[in-house]
């Protein structure tokens, strides 16, 4: 039993890497054991789950941070740098995607029959999976130290790719090609927050394409943009409205986390990106200090899943975000990646 | 007076490329003067302009058609033809934009006085210029020819750009960086269509930034983005998940309207659409045939500016789009550059 496991005097953190359902319970017992705990995204897939999670970590004191590592990115941390350094002017607005064809390899097995991801494609038409857009659009416009989400309308198209793969791949008599699912092929979020900013968050696995996180942030001084890998900055780029590379901004702003890097780390998951992760997350077990990553940013990132569903199966109806921090967020400071 | 030149018995045909507010009480007396009516971008402000635009092309019978030169870029029209050749399966989801920072050139005049276009701005918060983005996108999806808008939520960013422009170029004291305007910097339109597809569409023209539409359409079989100047088609591109160049399919499925263009034509504005554009609309006054873009699908893209006007002012509740041909969308074939 893992309740048993948590509970173990030689342990000092606990990492959480099961089905998305298992991850707020183990996280409570976690915390409740007293335990650093580290746990795959989404940290929740319902609200109570949010709540849950922001209530218990206030309760106990323990620290729980969600592994989203895409935070942790080289070039989203440079971006970081050069927002706090005022290039892009005041924030104003984002996109961000998770765009990923998992349809064969990650919802299901080769029968065509759903793996546990895949079961939540049945009945919840939603976000599934938003936290990888979100993560570092959360620390460009200071979510929970300066401004929160607010409100969010979310539409997601017809449900096509799941029937279309199998019906290419198994013929059009396999059952998973004409079984109906609940799930959209792409959804859109259209979040604003208290402050006025707006970010547009997709989710889109369902259907064949590249992967893409499609980010972008733009700002009253200039923008940038992941997929030209290039920024504009008025009176700083050499030519007016003309793109210009981002790889000398990425040396310039490059952040500490990366550039003391050991070289062998970035041989490491998702070109080291895994590794400093888990290193910042381990530095705070050691010091006994804060995650990186705190409890109220987790819930956020999540709370997308739900909302989105809401805001879905009411026509795009606009849903209030719930501010998990009460209040906090105005008076608290930026900390992520502030070294 | 207007009025009476377009009674003139020696013209066939107007243009009207005036103020937003004056192209529909002037196309509205081209129509009814019998004249072959096409009119600048947008056709349209207001969805009362809408429906008499509508309404009175079919009391009259006469043709009216929003200039809208997107529509014919050879890029755009490749796509088509991919599209129409089942390349990217069924159309799912698109995205578009007109993002062109205005407010130095085209907003505002030297001394920070709105010019024509800018006083739009001082009371409206909405997407003030729709019809550039969504162009292609009308066609690509069979918008009042097999399927059509159904609903359509709007969420705007707070007004900062405006004021930061005028306040780093003429000094925070200027009257311009001060004044108050209603008009968020960027504003996101989320639109789902009757058969299930979904569009984004921003408007951004008030903050600093290069010119961009940023198209994207994708499907069961593929994607076509135009920031990455690629597609992936399932089954046709030679690696799994990875984009390849657009440009062979650029070739391959070239348009006739610009594969048979006179080599003097690319000379015109806009790299020759401007040229395509106005030689089929002429095409149609010479054989008394129907104009390339008709009256339905230039309320449809004009109705996206009260609609989303209307959303932004509600906080993002979802608004009816209006069937503007009352059912048709159902029986009518796609006749947009077939030939």
Avoid at 89 to 94: D, K, N, Q, V
Avoid at 240 to 264: G, N
Avoid at 330 to 338: C, H, I
Wanted: hydrophobic share 35%.
């Amino acid at each position: 039993m893992y309740q048993e496991l948590v509970k173990r005097d030689d342990l000092d953190a606990v990492l959480i890497a099961t089905p998305w359902n298992w991850h707020t319970p183990m996280a409570l017992d976690s915390m409740r054991a007293g335990k650093y705990t580290g746990v795959e995204v989404p940290a929740a897939i319902s609200m109570d789950e949010c709540w849950a999670l922001v209530n218990t970590h206030e309760e106990t004191g323990v620290q729980c941070m969600m592994l989203e590592n895409w935070s942790f990115r080289r070039d989203n941390l440079a971006i970081l740098n050069m927002i706090r350094a005022g290039l892009l002017g005041e924030i104003m607005h984002a996109h961000c995607s998770y765009s990923h064809d998992c349809v064969g390899s990650y919802f299901f097995d080769g029968e065509g029959n759903p793996r546990w991801p895949g079961e939540f494609l049945v009945d919840n038409n939603r976000n599934q999976y938003p936290t990888h857009a979100q993560g570092p659009v959360l620390s460009w416009m200071d979510i929970n130290c300066g401004d929160r989400y607010a409100s969010l309308t979310a539409m997601a198209t017809a449900s096509k790719g799941i029937n279309a793969y199998f019906a290419r791949t198994k013929g059009p008599e396999h059952p998973t090609a004409k079984r109906p699912f609940k799930q959209g092929d792409v959804v859109t979020c259209l979040v604003r927050t208290q402050k006025g900013k707006t970010i547009v968050i997709n989710c889109d696995m369902m259907l064949p394409r590249p992967y893409d996180n499609r980010w972008s942030v733009q700002g009253t001084l200039g923008i940038y943009n992941e997929q030209r890998n290039s920024v504009y900055i008025e009176g700083r780029s050499p030519q007016s409205h003309q793109w210009e590379p981002f790889d000398p901004y990425q040396t310039e702003f490059d952040h500490p986390w990366w550039t003391e890097l050991e070289p062998e780390a970035a041989q490491a998951g998702h070109g080291g990106t895994d590794f400093v992760e888990l290193k910042m997350f381990i530095k705070a077990v050691r010091e006994k200090g804060p995650t990186p990553v705190d409890i109220y940013d987790s819930a956020t990132m999540s709370s997308i899943i739900p909302l989105s569903e809401a805001s879905i199966a009411q026509g795009g109806m606009p849903v209030e975000c719930p501010d998990f921090t009460r209040g906090k967020w105005e008076s608290t400071k930026p900390k992520f990646a502030v070294v």
